[in-house]
T-cell receptor, first 108, second 115 residues
């Protein structure tokens, strides 16, 4: 059974700082997804990682995938307040199995 | 084009009542998924439909939950005899196919509150 663990659960960071969110999954997964969720909103797709060593970047966010370690990371560079949201990773076979989410709060 | 839509956006009901939640997937998407997001449980898979195949119901928490997908498009999630623990946001997603290589696109969700 596929399980996905994400940490930290909560992250409070100062603007301008860097940090990484980690996502571990228990069995082989075809893809790894990262989503963003703002309060009261639905899930917004950020990245889809397809293969070992995949790296994708969008603005201050960069996601990577190591299928051998069954680990994906979401790295935040020089955080800004607009990045405050909850971030979920998800792995899948035929359905998405989500991590617990990381609630990110960026303060001045 | 239009994304996944869900209705109602909010639903308040009394314990013991039945509720129906609706999902309109993206046109042409053959796969449709239901998830539940609740405090303490995170995001949970409930059920998915792929074309005319039998749905995967493995995530439904009890026999009070059921779902239909008519004509391969619109889906309705029905919860009978609602309980307070059913309070959650119910999210629908669709994808071009059920292959794990197809990205899922999420609707805005229905917030269900059971009093």
């Amino acid at each position: 059974e596929l399980k996905v663990e994400q940490n930290p659960l909560f992250l409070s960071m100062q603007e301008g700082k860097n940090y990484t969110i980690y996502c571990n999954y228990s069995t082989t997964s075809d893809r790894l997804y990262w989503y963003r969720q703002d309060p009261g909103k639905s899930l917004e797709s950020l990245f889809v990682l397809l293969s070992n060593g995949a790296v994708k970047q969008e603005g201050r966010l960069m996601a990577s995938l190591d299928t051998k370690a069954r680990l994906s990371t979401l790295h935040i560079t020089a955080a800004v307040h607009d990045l405050s949201a909850t971030y979920f990773c998800a792995a899948n076979t035929d359905k998405l199995i989500f991590g617990t989410g990381t609630r990110l709060q960026v303060f001045p | 084009g239009a994304g996944v839509s869900q209705s109602p956006s909010n639903k308040v009901t009394e314990k013991g009542k039945d509720v129906e939640l609706r999902c309109d997937p993206i046109s042409g998407h053959t796969a449709l998924y239901w998830y539940r997001q609740s405090l303490g449980q995170g995001l949970e898979f409930l059920i998915y439909f792929q074309g005319n195949s039998a749905p995967d119901k493995s995530g439904l928490p009890s026999d009070r939950f059921s779902a239909e997908r008519t004509g391969g498009s619109v889906s309705t999630l029905t919860i009978q005899r609602t309980q307070q623990e059913d309070s959650a946001v119910y999210l629908c997603a669709s994808s071009p196919g059920a292959s794990s290589y197809n990205e899922q696109f999420f609707g805005p969700g229905t917030r269900l509150t059971v009093l």
